[in-house]
Nanobody, 122 residues
């Protein structure tokens, strides 16, 4: 079992930046690939980014590529999502999740956090 707790969300103006954090506890964090997803009101949950267990491999959705960076600190059992040049369409609840490998499909993830709200004003 892995417990995930997101933090760092908030209200930011368009063009601003936020860094989301996801603290993990429970089974060996370093064994899991980690992903970030988001869900806007009335929309399906969508993939944002993922990082391999070693941190050497990453994947990004086209909609955020070049603006978002995913990273992990295994010593702190934490994964981060640095978001720059934020747009109003980035407004959503952001979730972190754990999987056995880097995948963009949410069905590949076994553990989920409760989410953190990100709101980008125009």
């Amino acid at each position: 079992q892995v417990q995930l707790v997101e933090s760092g969300g908030g209200l930011v103006q368009a063009g601003g930046s936020l860094r989301l954090s996801c603290a993990a506890s429970g089974r060996t964090f370093s064994s899991y690939a980690m992903g970030w997803f988001r869900q806007a009101p009335g929309k399906e949950r969508e993939f944002v980014a993922a990082v391999s267990w070693s941190g050497s491999s990453t994947a990004y959705a086209d909609s955020v590529k070049g603006r978002v960076t995913i990273s992990r600190d295994s010593a702190k059992n934490t994964v981060y999502l640095q978001m720059n040049s934020l747009k109003p369409e980035d407004t959503a609840v952001y979730y972190c999740a754990a999987a056995y490998r880097v995948v963009a499909d949410l069905t590949g993830y076994d553990y989920w956090g409760q989410g953190t709200q990100v709101t980008v004003s125009s």
